[in-house]
């Protein structure tokens, strides 16, 4: 949609927006100042009561701002809220202003939406702990920076959200901090996401800079979707600057995208309370660099190998991850890998130039998943904390609720029509046929592997018999209301949000892309071109429907075989090629190991030595010329001493032997002196003669 | 042939050389004395010699009068002063005078 | 109130004369006595801030009378954007080290004799405006320095106080030639910076030339650069809480004061020049060297110092680039540094007067014991890592911006940084902060109510300039582009004198 139209009708501001991310901020605040005297006279549940309103308000916000979007014009759906005047330096301008549209809209939603459900739901799982202030604190201070993220109308104050929900990341996954492996996984997430911050620094500076050289200097995102075009023919190293700030900002994402190779971080941040691993490393912060890249459209649309690249790495790490979570035996792993995984499918999405898509699956995968992390700590939680799914099972006769909301959380996932998974997953493989059949192979592939192993996880957790102890048996039961009630709502949204997205092949109108469509510039354009060629693919799209829906259901039939019915033995799979491929898939590869050979342990013998080389090579100097100095002194002093002094001493020396000798003469004997007396006379009268 | 200025300046010279040896060589200081004692007085023969012989005039004679007159205080400080010596080292032996030795 | 810069340089001095007066015995009297006299200073400061003029770059609240009038030499004081900042972060830091400074409890009169001598000196470095003033005040912030960090430090102390006691003097010497350079080059020979100044057009290349380079070593050695850094982790260590305190926040801004106020206006042809080699690329070798140094190191102070040096390379970065945001990134960094770095070096204190030993790997879980604690050490630690919505976020991203624009290979070297730092600083906090706590510590107490105060102040600025960077940035900005259009405006001296 011409966006240039978009920004010459009057800008429609809404002073609401500011408390969506504001509020948040203040229960945040709150909480770290006197969240221990809440704790202490109201019981957690002042705490979390009070944390919980805060995004409860912002959905509501959000719902409302979302209805005054949709009485506005497609085409001037945009309210803004400028609230200060941040940095004005030179040509660059960026103020603390929130913009909504379309996108943003989506992403509150899910944001505000899912945010709340999960702290309430953290009132629950929370129950035995001391610094629940802390947590809610934390989680809230996490709202706060994800809505400026998504709600930020320019580079610099998205970044603030970026690193902000970077660092709740960082203080959530480490909350339990006791523990040193926490505290590790925390650093682990916040240094590995740095490494991508450092990609979108360096895209974002250039980006800055370059439309600076075209005469339109501005940072925010409508400023820069209304001059991209003015990039078209700049270079920068012999390459289009719209392909190296792309495939920066890329960098940038796949840090906190969780992309190859910058995924590490992810699993290890399980280590969390499982509420965190839902919000954060499922639903809202991951999604971060997809929304960036949604919202960079126009711009990924200019670069066309840097769009190779983001959906070549989605595919692979789709398929990559998958193959990991085939193994794991830790049930929080086994869905770190999906989330990792369907992030990929994600990106193959925005990759392949259907941000629609990418965007849908986002939102999808926000419930499914998110269900199905609360679920699992549902499951953790009764079990006392034991996440290792081999002394599971038989669990859906003791929690009933949890099962079912689970199970449909999982064949949503499966891509089972007509579940939510399947919709926005379907979506994204077709659009990455049509542009390259390789990409759609990894992704049916990854597909058939996360039917499967989702499904081994259903059946070893809640089917069969119980493996765990007696005594954990014994206390068996469904969790509070607090934790399911989350849970049914989530599952609720995983059948129904595929609805939003169906596409013209199977008779909807797909309302989603609608609705996004005046954010996705340029993209009707495609949707027309699609709607034409349509008719001709239509076979095409149902027989890769069919295909998807055949492998997921082939994918589950083989779990079932494996185990529930026990017919097959996962040994036959586990000895397959010398036991090498298991072993490699149940280590991750190595990758991490390998991460902490080449990276930190090369990192720290460079730090060692240059402390090193600081302290012996130049403090060395420094001391040396010390040492060179003394000696120098030593020399002049011995110089004096020896010469200077010396020479005084010598004349003095030489007039005492000089006297030594002429005091001789004095014999103090009379006749002496008298002798010389007549001698002299005696030569000098003679002399006087001559 | 009288006796001319050569037989008193004759007279004189041997009077000085003998004066001249003992202040040479005696060990004793009154030796020395006598000595330079015998020196004036050679020195006196020769100025009167002169006076009478030479030049017209009594100044020979004069300073004659004049070297007798210092001969006689220079012998009372010279033996002054040998007795303030012999006092001391009980002895005026000149070879034992050395305390101007440098 | 036109006198208000002779005031806030004096009366710390009256403060020091007061101090010596008292009996030798009277601690609390004398400490109490100290820091009622930096109170003042701190409030005037306040008052220049709000009544400084932002649309002007000129020079404000000048005094002006003759002192050596067979020299030429004035008592000429008076502030731009650039100084004013300087001077109210001195001021701002002054009395959080007396503060910081009350558990001295040997030689307390001459203690706080000393700092108050300091505190002189800074405030008179940045108000002056007549070179020898300014020599004269920058030689008296060495004397109490060796003093302070010799007498009253760790067991290196000696060694530490001689090593930057003579090393900053060399550099002084080096500054006094180039003053004189400068003196007797002008007809007629002046040590008025402002007709150094102005004159500048006039220098031969050559003359700027050696002019630069002097009064650059002299300055690096301050900032300070590499390879002229070695005594700064010397010198942290060994002094101090209260000194390291304001040796970083203050003394090491001397140094990029300096070239900003000598090297830029009055050698701008030399800038030019050298700005690439001896700013930009030291600059980014400072910023990695520091940051990878630090890394390694297993003393707590040491990594705060290397982490100074490695901060203190944006500011060089951001000179460079001659751009609007470079060189207002880099006074900002200049500011920011002094608060956050001050943070640290105050929180490292609170636990090394508990704990009385500083290794990094001696500590542990330390969060579960001083929760308040815990939480100052992360605004601050984050900030040094350059968070968003905290101070120095804002300075180094603009710092990185002007350097994009002035070389990128050198901007993508210099912004590989921010995954190091994050490294060293999250290490650092993870093995002192967290984990399982340490039984020796386990019964550590909290902040104290007067090391709240020195904290709190600089926390919330921290974070009311990461909302507000302008707050400080209006005060800049105007002094900044007119010195940057100084430099790049420079060219060839058109009569240059012999």
Known sequence: MDHAAAHHVAEQTSHLLRWIPLLPLLGAVVNFLVGVRIQRAFGRFGVAALASAMPILSFFLVVASFFQLRALPPEGRVLFDNVMPWLHIGSFNADIAFQFDPLTAVMTLVVTGIGSLIHIYSYGYMDHEPSAWRFFALLNLFMFAMLTLVMGDNFLLMFLGWEGVGLCSWGLIGFWYSEIANAQAGNKAFIVNRIGDFGFIL?????????????????????????????????VWGWPVVTVITLFLFVGAAGKSAQIPLYIWLPDAMAGPTPVSALIHAATMVTAGVYMIARLNFLYDMAPATQTVVATVGA?????????????????????????????????????????????????????????????????????HEQDMRNMGGLRRYMPVTFWTFLIATVAIAGIPPLAGFFSKDEILWKAFQKDPTLWALGYAGAAMTAFYMFRLVFMTFFG??????????????????????????????????????????????LFEQWLAPVMAGHQLAHDADAEHGHHDLTLEYGLMAASIGIALAGIGLAWLMYHRKALRPEIFAQAAGGWAYKAVYNKYWVDEAFYAVFLGGTLGLARAFAWFDQTVIDGVVNGSAVVTRLASRINGAFDFRIIDGLVNLTADIIHGFGGFVRRFQTGSINAYLYVVVMVVTAVLFAQAW | MGVGLVHYLAVGLVLFCLGLFCVLTRRNAIGVLMGVELILNAANVNFIAFSRFGVAGYDGQVFSIFVIMLAAAEAAIALAIVLGIYRRQRSIDVESMRLLQG | MENILTYMTFIPLAGMVAVLAMPRDAHELIKKVALAFTIPPLLMAIWLYMNFDRTTDGVQFMIRHPWIASYNIQYLMGVDGLSVTMILLTALLCPICILASWGIDKGVKGYFALFLLLNTGMTGVFSSLDFFLFYIFWEVMLLPMYFLIGIWGGPRREYAAIKFFLYTLFGSVLMLIAMLGLYFYNEPHTFDMLVLMENAGTYSRQFQWWAWLALFIGFAIKIPAFPFHTWLPDAHVEAPTAISVILAGVLLKMGTYGILRVNFPMLPLATQEFAFWALAALGTLNIVYGALCAMAQADMKKLVAYSSISHMGYVMLGMATLTPQGINGAVLQMFNHGTVTAMLFLLVGVIYDRAHHRQIDGFGGLASVMPVYTGLMTIAFFAALGLPGLSAFISEVLVLLGAWRYSMPLTIVAASAVILTAGYMLWMLQRVWLGPVNEKYAKMEDVSVREMVTLVPLAIIVIVLGVYPHAVLDLINPTLLALNATVANATEAVAALP
Not at chain 1, 219 to 233: I, K, P, Q
Not at chain 1, 328 to 342: E, G, H, M, P, R
Not at chain 1, 466 to 492: G, Q
């Open chain 1, 203 to 235: 895209g974002f500076a250039l980006l800055f800079w370059s439309l600076d050289a075209a005469g339109h200097a501005t940072v925010t995102f409508r400023g820069v979707a209304e001059h991209a075009h003015s990039l078209t023919d700049m270079t």
């Open chain 1, 316 to 384: 692979c790490t789709a398929l990559f991850a998958a193959t990991i979570g085939l193994a794991q035996n830790d049930i929080k792993k086994v869905l770190a890998y999906s989330t990792v995984s369907q992030l990929g499918y994600m990106f193959i999405g925005v990759g392949v130039g259907a941000y629609t898509a990418g965007v849908f699956h986002l939102v999808t995968h926000a419930f499914f998943k998110a269900c199905l992390f609360l679920g699992s700590g549902s499951v953790i939680h009764a079990m006392h």
């Open chain 1, 465 to 510: 018999e119980c493996r765990a102890d007696h005594h954990t048996v014994e206390h068996l039961h469904e969790s509070s209301r607090w934790m399911t009630m989350p849970l049914v709502v989530l599952a609720i949204g995983s059948v129904t949000v595929g609805f939003l997205g169906v596409p013209p092949a199977l008779g909807g109108s797909n």
